[in-house]
């Protein structure tokens, strides 16, 4: 069955970086895009990114264009989102994941996601 694992959550200062990983399983992650989101305490679901399955084509919420970079190892079947200059209001719960088959790029409703990992905390505190 597909599993996420999401990790690499913590605490970190304003204005820190941190690097999420997600290792996946029960698919062919060489052909499937995927997704970074987070369940803002306030705002909800937001959608962060998502990466084509070549890994030639990504795309950012304008909220961490510039700040977030998403990529994928094949090699570990792995995505990771390297998070920089995080502000207080950054603080979620950050999870992949698996886009359904077909569905429209760049995945950013949570009406095309077919499986979701469960989630690391991320805190931004002084």
């Known amino acids: 069955q597909v599993q996420l694992v999401e990790s690499g959550g913590g605490e970190v200062p304003p204005g820190g970086s941190l690097t999420l990983s997600c290792t996946t399983s029960?698919?062919?992650?060489?052909?499937?895009?995927m997704t970074w989101l987070r369940h803002h305490p306030r705002r909800g679901i937001e959608w962060l990114s998502s990466?084509?399955?070549?890994?030639?084509?990504?795309a950012y919420a304008d909220s961490v264009k510039g700040r977030f970079t998403i990529t994928r190892d094949y090699a570990n079947a792995a995505l990771s989102l390297q998070m920089n200059v995080l502000p207080p209001d950054d603080a979620a719960v950050y999870r992949c994941?698996?886009?359904?088959?077909?569905?429209?790029?760049?995945?950013?409703?949570?009406?095309?996601?077919?499986?979701w990992g469960r989630g690391t905390q991320v805190t931004v505190s002084s």
């Open positions: 994941a698996q886009p359904i088959t077909g569905s429209t790029w760049p995945h950013a409703s949570e009406y095309t996601w077919a499986y």
């Open positions: 029960g698919f062919t992650f060489s052909t499937t895009p």
């Open positions: 990466i084509s399955s070549a890994g030639d084509d990504v």
